[in-house]
């Protein structure tokens, strides 16, 4: 299932950028909470959910980053 239309106001208006540092601190998130095991397989199904094409070498880093500093908070 996916959402087809965004929730919140203004949401269309985010660049690529910033729609993928929204799904990094959602994956982040989840990872820290418990509520996921697998970091990549969750990063590809949210790029893929919205819809963003992201290269192999940049999930490679994200999934590094998520995995170096778990916590949400800077």
Excluded at 41 to 48: D, E, N, S
């Amino acid at each position: 299932m996916t959402q087809d239309e965004p929730i919140m106001h203004g949401s269309t208006e985010a660049t690529d950028d910033a729609k993928i540092a929204g799904i990094v601190e959602q994956v982040r998130s989840d990872m820290q909470g418990g509520r996921a095991h697998d970091t990549e397989l969750l990063l590809r199904q949210r790029f893929g959910e919205t819809g963003l094409q992201v290269s192999e070498e940049e999930i490679a880093r994200l999934v590094a980053d998520i995995r170096d500093d778990p916590s949400v908070a800077d």
